[in-house]
């Protein structure tokens, strides 16, 4: 932004492999947005396949003046760019890149050494892009979009690491659909696939942006609540469990009930200074197995009595 004395800088990128939109979210700088508004730009927009074909930068007036018919540039419009980047690599459009306004003297056009200039830390920013992408896709599971057990576990090793040193609190929560398995027999695997989605979406719109949700295996979902002791754990995991029994999950016209059993732990560096997490996930899961056990739909604590009482029911 200095070097070419800017004020302000976005970039349009796709959040997910199978996204139907490249999207601003929060990456931009210095750039007056509406936070009530989503800035998309269609995959299906026709000016997405042009820009996939160009190797240049545009200004709004030349990109509006030689774009197909049926191109829709009232997002970029709306963010009056002074230029506009294609990060293309390997002849796929990883992001748009654009500048907001620019100082100058006078109303002064980008020189042809600035585009070329532009056109080079574009193909680095689309090389870091596509890297980014590399790693987000390797550790994400594509039917739910959550986080992989792996993933789960090395970041969930790290703060229970931090948390033993530096004191603190930190939840673990499980959760299972109950009787999954009834939905792939009755109605098809499809909707076995549309239950897990919702049921994941609704768990990770149920937790902050410093937490992790992950997919844990099969129908089986784990949370990491930061910074979390047992009594907010607790309410969390009561209130996706109520908001997953009260919603109106609907397949193809059938109303399905659905309802998940949920299993939570909490360390405590004296009630419970669990030292690997392993053990950690374990009691989570075994104080889901109580709730399993005892009528589902419900969420159990894994306190010392309760998991003893589980080991010998067993």
């Keep these: 932004m200095g070097q070419f004395r800017i004020l302000g800088a976005g970039v349009f990128v796709l959040n997910m492999l199978d996204s139907d939109a490249y999207q601003l979210d929060s990456n931009y700088n210095g750039i007056d947005v509406d936070r ?11 000016i997405v396949k042009f820009l996939e074909k160009s190797n240049s930068v545009y200004t709004l007036p030349e990109l509006k ?4 018919e049926g191109s829709d540039f009232s997002v970029l419009e709306s963010l009056k760019p ?39 830390i574009a193909s680095l920013a689309a090389v870091a892009i596509t890297n980014a992408a590399l790693v987000e896709r390797s550790s994400t599971d594509m039917m739910t979009h959550l ?14 690491t931090k948390v033993q040193k530096e004191g603190g609190s930190l939840s673990v929560i ?13 109605y098809g695997h499809a909707c076995g ?3 897990l989605q919702t049921v994941a979406r609704m768990i990770k719109s149920g937790i902050r942006g410093q937490d992790l949700a992950a997919r844990y295996g099969g129908e089986e979902f784990t949370v990491m609540l930061n910074d979390t002791k047992k009594e907010d754990a607790m309410t969390v995991a009561n209130r996706i469990r109520s908001k997953i029994e009260q919603f109106d999950f609907c397949y193809e016209g059938q109303h ?3 309802t998940i059993s949920v299993g ?14 392993k053990l950690f996930v374990d009691q989570a899961d075994q104080a889901l197995y109580v709730s399993k056990r005892t009528g589902r739909n419900r969420v159990t604590f894994a306190d010392p009595k309760i998991l003893e009482e589980n080991e010998s029911a067993q």
């Design 36 to 46: 009530n508004k989503v800035y998309k730009i269609f995959v299906a927009n026709p």
């Design 65 to 68: 003046a030689i774009a197909p």
């Design 82 to 120: 002074t230029l506009i980047i294609p990060l293309l690599q390997k002849n796929h459009l990883e992001g748009i890149l654009f500048f907001g306004d620019r100082i100058t003297l006078e109303e002064e056009e980008y020189s042809d050494y600035e585009k070329k200039c532009i056109s080079v």
């Design 147 to 160: 986080k992989l057990k792996y993933y789960f576990f090395n970041i969930l090793t790290d703060k229970l």
């Design 174 to 186: 499980m959760f299972d659909i109950d009787f999954f398995k009834k939905f792939n027999d009755t």
């Design 193 to 195: 696939d549309y239950v």
């Design 256 to 258: 399905i009930k659905v």
């Design 264 to 277: 939570v732990s909490t360390y405590d560096s004296v009630e419970n200074p669990v030292q690997s997490p």
